[in-house]
C-alpha cells in the first residue's frame, strides 16, 4: 500500500488523531509516497483536456498539497499560477516541489502559494481556471454549497472550475457499503476525540455536484472516457462560469 519511504503506521496513527490541518502538517514530508496523492496518470490526462480549453491566463489549484497538479498546470497558465492550501507543512513541501526558492524561468507564469481556507477564498473575478484535487472528502456536506459559491466568485466569467470525480456507486453495492462504512466509523472517531479529522468517502459525487454547480450559475460539461484502468469510472467535469 506504501512506499519504503512512506508513514508508518504510527505515524498514519497519529495524523489520524489530530486536527486536519495539524495532521497534514505531520504527513507533509511523507505525503506523495502514499496513496492519498492523486496519480500523475491522471493528472496528465485531465492537462490534456485543459490543453483543449486553454491557455489560460491565471489557474488557481484549491487544496494544491505538495505541488502534484501545479506542475501539470504550470504549462498551461500564461500569467499566473496559484497554489491554496491550509496547512503550513504542505505548502512547504510545494514550494520545495515546485523549485520556488530558485530564481524564476524567463518564461512561464509567475507561480505564488497562499495559505488560506478553501471555504473563505480571498479572491474575486481573478481567474480563468480553477481546479481541484483529492480534496472534496475534507468539505462537509453542508459546506458544499459555500465551497462552490467561492468559486464561482474567484472566477472570471467564462471562466472554468475543472475537477475528476465519480458518479455515485449504487446502493447496497461494494464500493457503496466501503464508503459508508469508513464514513460511520471517521464520524464515531469525531464524536469520541477532539480535534475532529474531516475526511468521508461518497462525497461531491457527480450528481451531487452536477446539481450544486448549476444552481450557483455554472454550465456544466462532462467527459467519460479520460482515463484508463484503474480510473476508468472517473469523469472530467468542467464547470464554466456563465
Given at each position: 500500500?506504501?512506499?519504503?519511504?512512506?508513514?508508518?503506521?504510527?505515524?498514519?496513527?497519529?495524523?489520524?488523531?489530530?486536527?486536519?490541518?495539524?495532521?497534514?502538517?505531520?504527513?507533509?514530508?511523507?505525503?506523495?509516497?502514499?496513496?492519498?496523492?492523486?496519480?500523475?496518470?491522471?493528472?496528465?490526462?485531465?492537462?490534456?483536456?485543459?490543453?483543449?480549453?486553454?491557455?489560460?491566463?491565471?489557474?488557481?489549484?484549491?487544496?494544491?498539497?505538495?505541488?502534484?497538479?501545479?506542475?501539470?498546470?504550470?504549462?498551461?497558465?500564461?500569467?499566473?499560477?496559484?497554489?491554496?492550501?491550509?496547512?503550513?507543512?504542505?505548502?512547504?513541501?510545494?514550494?520545495?516541489?515546485?523549485?520556488?526558492?530558485?530564481?524564476?524561468?524567463?518564461?512561464?507564469?509567475?507561480?505564488a502559494l497562499v495559505r488560506a481556507d478553501a471555504l473563505a477564498?480571498?479572491?474575486?473575478?481573478?481567474?480563468?481556471?480553477?481546479?481541484?484535487?483529492?480534496?472534496?472528502?475534507?468539505?462537509?456536506?453542508?459546506?458544499?454549497?459555500?465551497?462552490?459559491?467561492?468559486?464561482?466568485?474567484?472566477?472570471?466569467?467564462?471562466?472554468?472550475?475543472?475537477?475528476?470525480?465519480?458518479?455515485?456507486?449504487?446502493?447496497?453495492?461494494?464500493?457503496?457499503?466501503?464508503?459508508?462504512?469508513?464514513?460511520?466509523?471517521?464520524?464515531?472517531?469525531?464524536?469520541?476525540?477532539?480535534?475532529?479529522?474531516?475526511?468521508?468517502?461518497?462525497?461531491?459525487?457527480?450528481?451531487?455536484?452536477?446539481?450544486?454547480?448549476?444552481?450557483?450559475?455554472?454550465?456544466?460539461?462532462?467527459?467519460?472516457?479520460?482515463?484508463?484502468?484503474?480510473?476508468?469510472?472517473?469523469?472530467?467535469?468542467?464547470?464554466?462560469?456563465?
Amino acid at each position: 500500500m506504501f512506499h519504503p519511504q512512506g508513514p508508518t503506521f504510527r505515524e498514519l496513527a497519529r495524523q489520524g488523531l489530530s486536527s486536519t490541518r495539524r495532521g497534514y502538517d505531520l504527513l507533509a514530508p511523507k505525503f506523495d509516497y502514499t496513496p492519498f496523492r492523486t496519480p500523475d496518470s491522471l493528472l496528465d490526462a485531465v492537462g490534456e483536456q485543459l490543453a483543449l480549453l486553454g491557455p489560460f491566463a491565471r489557474g488557481l489549484d484549491l487544496c494544491c498539497g505538495t505541488g502534484a497538479a501545479m506542475r501539470m498546470l504550470r504549462p498551461l497558465c500564461r500569467e499566473q499560477l496559484v497554489g491554496l492550501d491550509f496547512s503550513a507543512g504542505m505548502l512547504a513541501e510545494a514550494r520545495r516541489s515546485l523549485a520556488l526558492e530558485a530564481p524564476p524561468p524567463p518564461s512561464g507564469p509567475q507561480v505564488a502559494l497562499v495559505r488560506a481556507d478553501a471555504l473563505a477564498l480571498p479572491f474575486e473575478n481573478a481567474f480563468d481556471l480553477v481546479t481541484c484535487f483529492g480534496a472534496f472528502g475534507h468539505i462537509l456536506r453542508r459546506d458544499e454549497p459555500r465551497f462552490v459559491r467561492g468559486i464561482h466568485r474567484a472566477l472570471r466569467p467564462g471562466g472554468r472550475f475543472v475537477f475528476v470525480t465519480l458518479p455515485a456507486p449504487r446502493v447496497l453495492s461494494a464500493a457503496w457499503a466501503l464508503g459508508r462504512g469508513y464514513n460511520a466509523l471517521a464520524h464515531l472517531r469525531n464524536l469520541l476525540v477532539r480535534p475532529p479529522f474531516v475526511m468521508f468517502y461518497l462525497t461531491f459525487t457527480l450528481e451531487a455536484a452536477h446539481a450544486l454547480l448549476s444552481e450557483a450559475g455554472f454550465e456544466v460539461s462532462v467527459t467519460r472516457g479520460a482515463f484508463g484502468s484503474p480510473y476508468q469510472r472517473f469523469v472530467v467535469v468542467s464547470a464554466r462560469r456563465e
